[in-house]
């Protein structure tokens, strides 16, 4: 696989993302559906931003590499939340993981009127490999 980041610019850096990810010679691709906050037993958290965050971040891993892939073959995150006000602060918690795992993404961020239960945050990736 080759993967090729285009930034024409570089505040982008700062907050985590690329404006564009071009993928070449793929063996395969998985389409992960959102992630949440959502524990083992099916039960929908009803805590804080930052530990819907930390359990959705958890999830998505748990699901990649279930798959037989890796977290640093995500080409494309998208975000979802109830509350950018509420997310904004914790953030530096996704970026630390993405920096973490070396990723380099197209990212999008919604924010939705409602999640899925109690949910607050939900991550949607594309990996590759």
Known sequence: MEKRIINP??????????QAVEVKNVTSTLYVS?????FADGRS????MESQLKLAISNLEQ???ESGYECNGIVRLNIYTT??????PKFPILQEWIAQHGI???TTLFEVKSLFETVKVELEATVVK
């Not at 610019?9 to 690329?18: C, I, P």
């Not at 509350?83 to 904004?88: F, G, I, V």
Request: no cysteine; proline share 0%.
């Open 9 to 18: 610019w570089k505040w982008q850096d700062e907050r985590s993302y690329a």
């Open 34 to 38: 959102g992630q949440t906050a959502i």
């Open 45 to 48: 958290s009803d805590e804080d």
């Open 63 to 65: 699901v990649i590499t």
């Open 83 to 88: 509350s950018s006000e509420e997310l904004w």
């Open 104 to 106: 380099r993404q197209a």
